[in-house]
């Protein structure tokens, strides 16, 4: 097939699942066109080396990659992300009418910043059949912040709400996110979950170097590791209480930075968690060995009825590495690592509740960890591999291309050429 592909991000920017995607169909025999933006993430400033301009296009044999320009503002206001989204958006209806004018299928990598896009690049195509991959569903307080259901954060969920009508699959990528975007107006017998993968390339099962054990460990005590962004939705307060209960017993080791990174530090700080460590943010190919060489990763989200649909990447990328999990959450997150059976999960925002697991934690022995981390990576091979993943998405885009086929759509007009 024709398939084009449709992202806000693409790499070298970290956005590997709409990557490796797009190399995988490829690879697989098809001809594949990306539409994507300049990088820019997450600084907000394009990268060293680029140049936004127009007719920027990049081609391997079967893979080709235009990119076109946005508002890059790199201030992180509500008013610089709504220029970026709705500038991409203006470019994107520029290229995009007749660069996948006769595609045979779109898959439409959903995030809020490519709603509007993705809505006025289907209205341009007309009937093409779209398969949209839905990675957040949000709140109306919480998609660009100003609350107001008359202004923006409105006007995105009712793109949002029109686009689940509209397009001919939708694939979720947590179970209960299934429920969401029903409500949202999508036809049930349309949704499909497809749990995302990580980048297999760097997340693997490692031996720790000494280097990253003098990073993450002081002594013979059990460590936790929390990898990544350091901000609202994760919640690491609690963390921080439930590690300065156990200050005898265990390390928290935090990798990464965020919005909340100060006032995490200065809880630690009020705290005395002497125990609770904080680690600068670290290249990806560097956090297998790090992952490796701590006890357990812990995945935490905040009590918000949008994140119990939501699996944070830092799970994929645990399990693949074979590491035992705490997760403090609610809703597929920890019903995933339950299931698998791959660690210790608590209620989210209960500071005593996860005290009370990781102090459970730090009396398994190792061997049983390393089983907990193996049945994790064995539940990541199953259910959300690159493989796995990429057999669901293509086969949502032969049958999306077969019924326009049906009704005269662009795979019946294609091959009447």
């Not at 797009?22 to 001809?31: D, Q, V, Y």
């Not at 009418?97 to 709603?115: C, I, K």
């Not at 202004?151 to 397009?167: H, K, M, N, Q």
């Not at 990781?358 to 022995?365: E, R």
Request: glycine share 10%; net charge positive.
């Amino acid at each position: 097939m024709k398939i084009g592909i449709l992202s806000y991000h693409f790499p070298p920017e970290p956005a590997f699942i709409p990557g490796s995607l797009a190399e995988e169909l490829a690879a697989r025999g098809h001809e594949v066109r990306v539409l994507t933006g300049f990088p820019d993430y997450p600084g907000g400033q394009v990268y060293p080396g680029w140049r936004q301009r127009w007719r920027h296009q990049t081609r391997s044999e079967r893979l080709t990659v235009r990119r076109v320009p946005r508002y890059a503002g790199g201030d992180g206001s509500t008013g610089a992300r709504m220029a970026s989204w709705l500038s991409f958006a203006g470019s994107v209806a520029l290229a995009g009418r007749r660069y996948l004018r006769d595609v045979d299928a779109l898959y439409v990598f959903q995030l809020p910043p490519l709603t509007f896009a993705s809505a006025g690049l289907l209205r341009l195509l007309g009937r093409v059949p779209t398969v949209l991959h839905v990675q957040d569903v949000w709140s109306e307080e919480s998609a660009v912040g100003d609350g107001d259901p008359r202004g923006w954060s409105g006007r995105l969920g009712a793109t949002l709400r029109r686009l689940y009508r509209e397009v001919d699959g939708i694939a979720v990528s947590a179970p209960s996110m299934r429920g969401l975007v029903v409500d949202g107006g999508a036809d049930p017998r349309r949704v499909r979950v497809v749990l995302n993968w990580t980048d297999e390339r760097i997340f693997h099962p490692a031996r720790p170097g000494a280097a990253a054990r003098r990073l993450v460990r002081r002594d013979g005590r059990c460590v936790v590791m929390h990898a990544g962004t350091i901000g609202m939705r994760q919640g690491l307060e609690t963390a921080v209480r439930a590690a300065a209960a156990l200050e005898d017993r265990l390390d928290l080791v935090l990798v990464g930075s965020g919005a909340q990174e100060r006032r995490v530090r200065g809880l630690a700080a009020e705290l005395r968690a002497e125990n609770v460590r904080f680690v600068e943010r670290r290249s990806p190919a560097d956090m297998p060995q790090l992952y490796a060489a701590a006890d357990y990763q812990l995945v935490m989200l905040r009590d918000l009825p949008e994140l119990r649909g939501t699996v944070p990447g830092k799970l994929q990328a645990a399990l693949a590495c074979a590491s035992p999990v705490v997760a403090s959450a609610a809703g597929d997150t920890v019903a995933l690592v339950e299931r698998a059976r791959a660690g210790l999960s608590c209620p989210p925002e209960d500071w005593a509740a996860l005290a009370d697991r990781l102090w459970l934690a730090s009396a398994i022995p190792a061997a049983a960890r390393a089983e907990m981390g193996q049945r994790g990576r064995d539940a990541y091979l199953r259910e959300m591999s690159l493989r796995a993943g990429v057999d669901q998405i293509e086969q949502m885009l032969y049958e999306v291309a077969a019924g326009a086929a049906r009704t005269g759509g662009p795979v019946a007009r294609s091959s009447q050429k």
